[in-house]
C-alpha cells in the first residue's frame, strides 16, 4: 500500500452528502433570525447540521454579496466572522479554512477608504476575538425595518429599568452605540476581517 487511508468521520460523509445542496439567503427578518440562531449553536458548539457546510455558504453568500455591494454583506460579514473559526480551531480542515481565510481577505481593504466615524466596534475586538451580545448586533442588522431611533430608546428604557445604564453602557458598542449604521460601515466590516485573519 502507498499511503495510510484515513476513516472518514460523520462531519465528513455529512459534509460529502450535503455540500451540493445550496442554502438560499434569508428573505425576511424572520429567516435572518432562524440562521442567526443556527450560528450562534454553532458557535457555541451544539449545531447539528454539517458545521462545515453552515460555514462555506456562510462564505459563499458573503462572497457574492461583497462582490455586488449587496445590503447584506455586513450580515454575511459578520456572520463568517463569528462561525468561520469552526473550520480553523474546533474542526480544523485545510481546504475550507483556505476558503474563509481567501474570502474575509478580499473584505480588508474596503472599496471606499474613508468615513466620518471616530472609531468602529472592530477597533475594540479583543485579543481572543470573543465578543459578548454578538448576537444581539446580528438581530438589530437582520432587521431594518425597525427604526433606529425607537430601537435606542427602548433599548435604553429596558437597560435602565435593569440598571445597566451608566457610563460604560452609554459607551459600548452593544448599548448606546448600538447602531446598524456603524456596524455596517465598510471600514468597520474590513476591520473584522484583518482580526479574523490575525
Same mark, same amino acid.
Given at each position: 500500500m502507498t499511503g495510510e487511508v484515513r476513516a472518514r468521520s460523520p462531519e465528513d460523509q455529512l459534509?460529502?452528502?450535503? =455540500?451540493?445542496?445550496?442554502?438560499?439567503?434569508?428573505?425576511t427578518p424572520e429567516e435572518w433570525d432562524a440562521l442567526a440562531r443556527d450560528w450562534e449553536s454553532l458557535h457555541q458548539g451544539y449545531y447539528l447540521g454539517s458545521g462545515r457546510?453552515?460555514?462555506?455558504?456562510?462564505?459563499r453568500h458573503l462572497e457574492a454579496s461583497a462582490a455586488q455591494g449587496?445590503?447584506?454583506?455586513?450580515?454575511?460579514? +459578520?456572520? +463568517?466572522?463569528?462561525v468561520g473559526g469552526y473550520?480553523?480551531?474546533?474542526?480544523?480542515?485545510?481546504?475550507?479554512?483556505?476558503?474563509? =481565510?481567501?474570502? /474575509?481577505?478580499?473584505l480588508c481593504a474596503p472599496r471606499d477608504a474613508s468615513c466620518e466615524h471616530p472609531a468602529h466596534p472592530c477597533d475594540d475586538?479583543?485579543?481572543?476575538?470573543?465578543?459578548?451580545?454578538?448576537?444581539?448586533?446580528?438581530? /438589530?442588522?437582520?432587521?431594518?425595518?425597525?427604526?433606529?431611533?425607537?430601537?435606542?430608546? +427602548?433599548?435604553?428604557?429596558?437597560a435602565d429599568e435593569a440598571g445597566y445604564v451608566d457610563?460604560?453602557?452609554?459607551?459600548?458598542?452593544?448599548?448606546?452605540?448600538?447602531?446598524?449604521?456603524?456596524?455596517?460601515?465598510?471600514?468597520? +466590516?474590513a476591520g473584522f476581517a484583518r482580526a479574523f485573519l490575525g
Open positions: 459534509h460529502e452528502e450535503d =455540500r451540493s445542496v445550496p442554502v438560499e439567503a434569508p428573505a457546510h453552515a460555514v462555506l455558504e456562510c462564505a449587496g445590503t447584506q454583506t455586513a450580515l454575511w460579514t +459578520l456572520g +463568517l466572522y463569528y473550520v480553523i480551531h474546533a474542526r480544523p480542515h485545510a481546504e475550507s479554512e483556505r476558503r474563509v =481565510r481567501d474570502v /474575509m481577505g478580499v475586538v479583543p485579543e481572543d476575538g470573543e465578543l459578548e451580545n454578538f448576537p444581539l448586533v446580528l438581530e /438589530m442588522l437582520a432587521h431594518p425595518e425597525r427604526d433606529a431611533d425607537h430601537e435606542a430608546v +427602548l433599548a435604553e428604557e429596558l457610563e460604560e453602557w452609554r459607551e459600548s458598542w452593544y448599548g448606546g452605540r448600538l447602531t446598524r449604521e456603524i456596524w455596517a460601515c465598510p471600514q468597520n +466590516l
